[in-house]
């Protein structure tokens, strides 16, 4: 072999070496840019969420009022939690709230989103989601503020235009038997919007071609929704329920400002009775104890939904 090939070879196996490790040192690059682009992310979740659920379940087990240095009390807080009449109630009525809202919510999202669906033209139906998105985006409290003086009973516009009809005013605000109502109501009010924007997009990726052979097939109206429709909408309703569900279950600004949880316990939910405990009590460990509570709840309730979600949606 001449001296030429022979520096030929040599080269030749040199670049084979070198493709590999600057392929190595172009991959270490990118996951360095990648784990730069995502760490104030992971370091927000960690920060933020992961650190505060991790002291509420250690604190739970002590008694602390930010003033004395906390003091274990092993299970004292989870056992008090059972026996508290108030936090039973509390319990109690956020169960009953999510049901009626989130019932009411998707029902009132859905049947809009058929509405505008298939009977408006398509800039009439941007308006209409622009309207609807609007008191999503407004803060909860500002529009329980203005609520509150709608449902007054004495000069609220709502008592007002029901008096025109022949309607003696109603309580409310100040009756056990209608504040749940009216916390429902403007709960509603504000959040189906976003339940019924994902019931838009759900609508919009049904391929048109099954409605037009169900109709030639003579299916219409209601029995074409319920044959066709719901069960290809499935998904996204499973979607807009976990979400309403986990929403309605943590609800506080409604009650709060509306009714301040009156009247006596009727609309108090468990998140007024986590932030009474701990801010206007300084009991951080009994409050921690109920949050603890009202998280594993949510956990249970969100896996019984994907779990009967086996039987009852249908992906295309």
């Known amino acids: 072999m001449t001296t030429t090939q022979q520096t030929g070879t040599a080269g030749a196996r040199t670049s084979v070496v070198e493709q590999p490790a600057r392929r190595t040192a ?3 690059g990118s996951r360095l840019l990648a784990m730069l682009f995502l760490a104030p ?5 960690l920060v933020f969420t992961v650190v505060p659920i991790v002291g509420s379940v250690v604190l739970s087990f002590f008694h602390w009022d930010v003033i004395d240095a906390p003091t274990f009390a092993g299970t004292a807080n989870y056992r008090e939690a059972f026996t508290d009449d108030a936090v039973l109630v509390s319990f109690t009525n956020t169960l009953l709230f999510m049901f009626f809202a989130v019932a009411l919510q998707l029902l009132l999202a859905l049947a809009l989103a058929l509405a505008l669906n298939d009977r408006l033209p398509g800039w009439l139906r941007s308006a209409f989601r622009s309207a609807f998105l609007f008191p999503l985006v407004l803060s909860a409290a500002s529009i329980s503020v203005v609520m509150k003086y709608l449902f007054n009973q004495d000069f609220g516009v709502i008592n007002w235009l029901l008096g025109h009809v022949g309607i003696d005013p109603i309580p ?9 109502a009216a916390v429902v ?3 509603v009010w504000q959040q189906f919007g976003f339940s019924f924007l994902l019931f838009v997009g759900g609508l919009n990726n049904i391929p048109k071609e099954i409605h037009e052979a169900a ?3 003579g299916a219409t109206g209601l029995r074409k929704h319920l044959a066709i429709t719901l069960p290809l909408l499935s998904p996204t309703l499973l979607v807009a329920s976990v979400v309403g569900i986990i929403n309605a279950l943590q609800v506080f600004e409604q ?3 509306l009714t301040d949880g009156g009247p006596g ?4 939910t468990v998140v007024m009775v ?7 009590q300084l009991r951080f460990g009994e409050a921690s104890a109920v949050g603890v509570l009202l998280f594993t709840l949510i956990l249970a309730v969100t896996a019984l939904q994907f779990r009967l979600s086996r039987r009852f949606v249908h992906y295309q």
């Open 26 to 28: 172009r991959d270490r």
């Open 185 to 187: 109501l403007v709960y």
């Open 41 to 45: 992310t992971v370091i927000g979740v």
């Open 265 to 268: 316990d009727a609309t108090r």
């Open 255 to 257: 009650p709060y400002v």
């Open 215 to 217: 109709s030639l097939d």
């Open 274 to 280: 986590i932030y009474q405990s701990a801010f206007e």
């Open 172 to 180: 409310w605000l100040t009756s056990e038997h209608s504040a749940m």
